[in-house]
């Protein structure tokens, strides 16, 4: 499977909406990062799945409904116990299994996973633009970029490299001596 980092335009905000009303994606928001992870609900459910061990059908398909219900809702743990009739020890389960996360004394639901991949994602995006800031014209030959040996770019410099220009945070700017990267100051 290819992904990818897109900006939303107005021309598929629209079909966009209509999945998510017809429950054909989700929608996660990752407080580490600014941008929202949008995942088919039916890749999200298999997930699950795999994840969840016990009565998986069971639980996956009631985590699927609340989500389809909910799209990127918080709870408390009162409210999530009233509104959806779990136990502690089901909030406690899906803790384990990181299909809920607490984040300010909330609870919200996740990708499983899902954390461990994005702390590599932010340590390599912050490793390549601490290089760039350094740099007195905060540019460098994407070709050297790549030679340097990153101790914090365990996804590959590339990987990096195209989610930091796609965020438009970089910019790739072809030129005779090869493509030169050019970090955008926000």
Wanted: proline share 1%; with cysteine.
């Amino acid at each position: 499977k290819k992904f990818d980092c897109f900006i939303i335009s107005s021309g598929i905000n629209a079909e966009y909406g209509d999945l998510q009303r017809a429950g054909k994606i989700l929608l996660f928001s990752f407080r580490s990062s600014t941008l929202d992870y949008i995942m088919l609900t039916n890749d999200y459910e298999s997930l699950l799945k795999g994840t969840i061990s016990g009565n998986c059908n069971l639980a996956a398909s009631k985590v699927v409904s609340v989500l389809k219900e909910n799209p990127s809702e918080s709870f408390s743990k009162l409210g999530i116990k009233s509104k959806f009739s779990v136990s502690d020890e089901t909030i406690k389960f899906l803790i384990e299994c990181k299909v809920l996360s607490i984040v300010n004394n909330n609870y919200e639901f996740s990708v499983p996973c899902s954390g461990s991949y994005l702390e590599l994602l932010n340590k390599g995006k912050l490793e390549i633009l601490k290089v760039l800031k350094r740099k007195a014209s905060h540019e460098i030959l994407e070709n050297e970029l790549v030679k340097m040996k990153l101790k914090h770019c365990k996804l590959g410099i590339q990987y990096i490299l195209h989610d930091l220009i796609g965020s438009n945070s970089l910019k790739r700017i072809k030129c005779g001596t090869g493509n030169l990267i050019r970090w955008i100051k926000s």
